[in-house]
């Protein structure tokens, strides 16, 4: 008897079944014979390429004479969704591609069996050495430990060909890719091993739906296999996750003066995705909504920041950080995951969404004591005459929102002529002068929905002590206004 031993170290086999298209998203099960031999014909092409045809050949044919019995682990199935680029020149143009595959215990192996098949000795210590050195079986994801048992008498096998008797109840029928034996080669036994080696392109070229040295065997494995009852686990705690950095990418960029229109739209789009994912928009996150259950504002800045970010000072949106005071629990991670792009106005292309880092606030933000607007602070109360020097006033306004938002008071503030520029002191008169990049202050947008537009301002503070971010103050705070960053 032989019996090869298949341990897949990553608990995961990806591989679509031959005559199923990738996204059916079926996996695999059991491993096809037709797809073991290949595997093991390309580790003797590039693995020992010194061996000849009359040292392999007799071991790809006794394993092709019959078709195996299996010992299946209990097993899962699931699946992937990715979008992947079509190489065409738009870099937008991507197609949604399933990866279905098979779970399994890392430590349960699968076990393959041909009763009546025989190798001498120097034949399975070849045989032994060319599954040793497949390091992937099925597609590249499915890292393999192989091997082949000695001194197995017997084993309990759970999926066979159909043609045996079995208890049906228990069992379910599957087409299974095998090899055809040589001997049923068209009578062409001499070119059997070269049909081995067919592959998509040569099958299109001449025409045929499967390669010549293919057959369907059926099989029955055990019904419902993939009903797995999920195991309890003793975990370490759950990671903190506060937050998440996306890189945006569009062929239009959007400008910096958009941020706060931009962080609007994201909002929007990430109270519909967990309205979806929870089946009810009354049970959306109060992190994303900003509201608690009586739809009243939530007090001390629990809600989410969603805070656009020019990072290389272009003027231009590059990046996009979202993030809370408090931890995100995993429906408010799985709903940020899926938040893929946001439109644009005037029939711009979509901005997409590409998430390049998770973590806590300090893993987010670098702790800073000097920090300067990126973008306008927007006073949340208005100057009236009575309230002392303007500038003084303005000042005081910047150190009460700081406390407001639980940051010690700045101990220096300074007014900004623009984005990228230097503090010029409280009594500066050209604050809403153009700043380094030839934006000014006024030409962001600085109001939500129908509220009046403010005149916004820019700042250089410093703290007695590093503090960390997010670093945002005043009116629409929570969306992008009146950011500080480190200087």
């Known amino acids: 008897m032989l019996v090869i031993e298949l341990t897949f170290s990553t608990g995961r086999f990806h591989a679509t079944p031959w005559g199923r298209n990738v996204n059916e998203a079926v996996p695999e099960w059991p491993p096809s014979p037709y797809r073991l031999i290949r595997s093991l014909f390309d580790a003797w092409k590039r693995k020992r390429p010194q061996w000849d045809e009359a040292r392999t050949r007799p071991i790809f044919e006794v394993l092709a004479s019959e078709p195996p019995l299996f010992r299946l682990p209990p097993a899962g199935a699931s699946h992937t969704r990715s979008y992947l680029s079509e190489n065409k020149e738009d870099p937008q143009a991507k197609k949604l591609v399933f990866d279905g595959f098979v779970t399994l215990p890392p430590a349960v192996p699968l076990l393959i069996g041909w009763p009546d098949a025989t190798l001498d000795e120097g034949q399975r210590a070849d045989l032994n050495d060319l599954l040793a050195v497949m390091n992937y079986f099925g597609r590249s994801e499915s890292w393999v430990t192989a091997r082949l048992l000695n ?22 029928p599957v087409r299974v890719a095998c090899v055809v034996p040589p001997a049923e ?10 049909a081995l080696t067919w592959t998509t392109s040569r099958l299109i070229d001449e025409r045929r739906s499967e390669p010549p040295a293919l057959r369907y065997v059926d099989y029955l494995r055990p019904a419902r296999c993939f009903d797995v009852a999920p195991v309890t686990r003793q975990t370490a705690r759950e990671v903190c996750v506060q937050g998440v950095l996306y890189a945006l990418e569009s062929k239009v960029p959007a400008p910096v003066t958009q941020t706060l229109e931009v962080a609007e739209r994201v909002r929007r789009k990430l109270m519909g995705i967990h309205a979806r994912i929870m089946g009810d928009p009354a049970r959306v996150s109060q992190k994303f909504s900003g509201k608690d259950g009586a739809g009243k504002p939530l007090a001390g800045h629990r809600h989410a920041y969603i805070l656009p970010l020019d990072r290389d000072g272009d003027g231009w949106l590059d990046h996009l950080v979202i993030a809370a005071r408090e931890p995100l629990d995993r429906i408010e991670r799985l709903a940020l995951d899926r938040l893929e792009s946001v439109w644009q106005a005037g029939g711009k292309p979509d901005i997409r969404f590409t998430p390049i880092h998770w973590g806590t606030l300090p893993d987010l933000f670098p702790v800073a004591t000097r920090l300067v607007s990126a973008t306008p602070f927007v006073p949340p109360r208005h100057y009236r005459k009575g309230r002392g020097d303007f500038a003084e006033w303005l000042a005081a306004e910047v150190r009460r929102e700081a406390i407001n938002h639980g940051f010690p008071p700045p101990v220096r503030v300074a007014l900004l002529r623009g984005p990228g520029a230097r503090g010029q002191g409280l009594g500066a008169r050209d604050h809403q002068g153009s700043g380094a990049r030839g934006i000014r202050w006024l030409e962001f947008r600085r109001n939500r929905k129908d509220d009046p537009a403010q005149i916004g301002y820019g700042f250089e503070i410093e703290f007695a002590q590093p503090v960390t971010g997010p670093v945002a103050l005043g009116y629409g705070a929570h969306f992008g206004l009146g950011q500080f960053v480190k200087s």
């Open 151 to 172: 001194g197995v008498s017997s084993v309990d096998w759970n999926c066979l060909p159909a043609v045996l008797p079995r208890g049906a109840s228990a069992l379910e």
């Open 185 to 194: 080669f068209n009578g062409q036994g001499d070119k059997w091993l070269e």
